[in-house]
């Protein structure tokens, strides 16, 4: 049954410290979403990748956040410096382009204090 | 721009029908469901398709009015396992950035 995973599931980290999250989407999948949900703003798409090529990071804070796919097994979101508003819970997803289903992982829950 | 879902929150006694809406101020070309249950990822539900058919997924289906840029998800007989939140999104290809924009949700809370 293939899933995407994530790690870690859970982070709590200090202001002002890095913070590193791992995806790994469905073998196959050619496409990678990164999205944040919070209370407030729901589910935003922060980046998203097709091909291992960066498509749109419009959704993304560009000064401390950066996202990678070093290869097609594993995709990368960097916060750096994090601070307390950064205090979410972020999704990848995988799909097959072209408006496809999206296929989520169990998100990791970041907690900066 | 975000699509707008109607109602915010609702509460169901087992077996009863619910609707939830979904409406975008730009044409569509396709619109999905996702359920995200507490604490948990969201989950898809279906695809509607643009000039495509009304779906089903068990006991719940959907539909897509082109004309008025909206989609429908209706639940009928609710069991306790509807309970979670429902999200629509949007897909409007090329001119959307081929690129999912998820409305704010809508709470779905079934009762004994």
């Known amino acids: 049954d293939a899933r995407v995973t994530q790690t870690p599931r859970h982070k709590v980290t200090e202001m002002g410290q890095e913070v590193t999250m791992r995806c790994q989407p469905i073998?196959?999948?050619?496409?990678v979403f990164w999205y944040r949900q919070t209370m407030m703003q729901g589910l935003e798409l922060l980046a998203y990748f097709r091909n291992r090529a960066p498509l749109d990071d419009s959704g993304m804070p560009k000064d401390r956040f950066s996202a990678e796919m070093p290869d097609a097994t594993l995709a990368t979101l960097k916060i750096q410096p994090s601070e307390p508003r950064d205090s979410a819970v972020y999704f990848c997803?995988?799909?097959?382009?072209?408006?496809?289903?999206?296929?989520f992982g169990p998100g990791t829950r970041l907690t900066v204090l | 721009q975000q699509p707008v879902q109607s109602p915010q929150a609702v509460i169901l006694r087992e077996g009863e029908d619910a609707v939830i809406n979904c409406s975008s101020s730009?044409?569509?070309?396709?619109v999905h469901w996702y359920r995200q249950k507490h604490g948990e990822a969201p989950v898809f539900l279906m695809i509607l398709l643009k000039g495509g058919e009304q779906m089903r997924h068990e006991k719940i289906s959907a539909s897509f009015n082109e004309k008025k840029q909206q989609s429908s998800l209706y639940l009928t007989a609710s069991q306790l396992s509807y309970s979670g939140t429902y999200f629509c999104?949007?897909?409007?290809?090329?001119?959307?950035?081929?690129?999912?924009?998820f409305g704010t949700g809508t709470q779905l809370k079934v009762e004994l």
């Open positions: 999104g949007k897909y409007r290809g090329t001119g959307g950035g081929n690129k999912l924009t």
């Open positions: 997803a995988s799909g097959f382009s072209g408006g496809n289903t999206q296929y």
């Open positions: 730009k044409a569509l070309y396709s």
């Open positions: 073998l196959g999948h050619n496409t």
